[in-house]
């Protein structure tokens, strides 16, 4: 019922930023919590944040607060990450998440988008 696709990713200097994107598609996407995911390599996929499907609750990992925040468009049907302060440790590939559930949406998400690379130079 919900396809994602992201985009956004790139090279950036630490210290740098970068804003990551999320199409959503599908007729329940308003309905959903959505969030982001993060794998570098040689580590397990990891929980970055949260937003529900109001947009009036978050939900951060805290190797990224103050740092990132996540944000939705409903009425564009977009989720995004803006990232500051990026660090080398930031580099992985991100992926969107939705889910139908705030609570469990950093643990089991139902959909998962292709992922997009960041790359953090120091």
């Known amino acids: 019922q919900v396809q994602l696709v992201e985009s956004g990713g790139g090279l950036v200097q630490a210290g740098g930023s970068l804003r990551l994107s999320c199409a959503a598609s599908?007729?329940?996407?308003?309905?959903?919590?959505m969030g982001w995911f993060r794998q570098a390599p040689g580590k397990e996929r990891e929980f970055v944040t949260g937003i529900d499907w109001s947009g009036g609750r978050w939900y951060y990992a805290d190797f990224v607060k103050g740092r990132f925040t996540i944000s939705r468009d409903n009425a564009k049907r977009t989720v995004y990450l803006q990232m500051n302060n990026l660090k080398p440790e930031d580099t992985a590939v991100y992926y969107c998440a939705a889910d139908q559930d705030f609570i469990s949406i950093d643990r089991s998400p139902d959909y998962w988008g292709q992922g997009t690379q960041v790359t953090v130079s120091s």
């Open positions: 599908g007729r329940t996407f308003s309905n959903y919590a």
